[in-house]
């Protein structure tokens, strides 16, 4: 933009106008921000809001692991939580099981010709929940453990093969049904625990790990002081 100076006069006094002209330029108009993906939660981790209960996205350099499935049906929602990240099935190279129980791996029938991930489930359950068909079976994990950088933690009680997901990088820990976040930091319900003893032990295991983020199968995702509240939970039982 150039700047031209008009001078005038009449009745012995001057005045100066300012013309503004433009030359070439273009105003370039602001960039619109990217909308934040409602679905993030801490660092790569993204969850998959399902009402009662939560199945969680690890995005991580264009490839995702899914821990959990949600209850059949849930297969339509996982893929919206996935396009929000700005991809699809065939993105998904991991699905991990944290336990046998319908609200959680109920939906793997339904995912299991959309993608062709590897597909894991703690030892101890994996002949519970079964051939999820499409000629693949489940890869048997148990404590220690890797997946995609993920830590396995055994954590047997709520049922026999029940395990955990560590993320040693970030802190982030994925609990299942081993912790539930409702009604403040809890462990595995008791109606629902096939061993109350071997949950009180998982919850103590869990409490010696460097927790920096809690997400939990039901309830919501604790990000803050989850290390004190989970020490404080091991210590109560």
């Known amino acids: 933009m150039k700047r031209r100076l008009l001078l005038t006069a009449g009745s ?36 998959v809001n399902l009402d009662f209960v939560s199945v969680y996205l690890l995005v991580r350099g264009g490839e995702v692991a899914v821990v959990d499935t949600g209850t059949p049906g849930s297969a339509a929602s996982v893929e919206d939580g996935l396009r929000a990240a700005g991809l699809g099935w065939s993105a998904v190279k991991h699905v991990i099981l944290t336990h046998q129980h319908q609200d ?11 993608t062709a991930a590897t597909l894991y489930a703690g030892e101890a359950d994996v002949t519970a929940i079964g051939d999820p068909g499409g000629g693949r079976g489940l890869r048997a994990v148990k404590d220690g453990d890797e997946v995609f950088g993920l830590r396995i933690i055994g954590t047997p009680g709520h049922t026999p093969g029940h395990v955990s997901i560590f993320e040693p990088a970030t802190g982030v820990l994925v609990t299942g049904d081993a912790l539930r976040n409702q009604n403040g930091l809890e462990g595995s319900a008791p109606q629902y625990t096939a061993d109350e003893t071997q949950a009180a032990q998982s919850v103590r295991k869990m409490a010696a790990l460097d927790v920096r983020a809690i997400l939990p199968g039901h309830g919501e995702p604790l990000t803050t002081g989850a290390r004190d509240a989970l020490r404080k939970l091991a210590a109560s039982l």
Not at 14 to 22: A, H, I
Not at 104 to 114: D, Q, S, T
């Open 104 to 114: 959680h791996a109920g939906g793997l029938a339904e995912m299991v010709p959309l």
């Open 12 to 47: 012995g006094v001057l005045g100066v106008t300012v013309l503004n002209t433009m030359s070439g330029c273009t105003r370039t108009p602001a960039k619109k921000e990217e909308q934040a993906n409602p679905n993030a939660v801490t660092g790569d981790w993204q969850r």
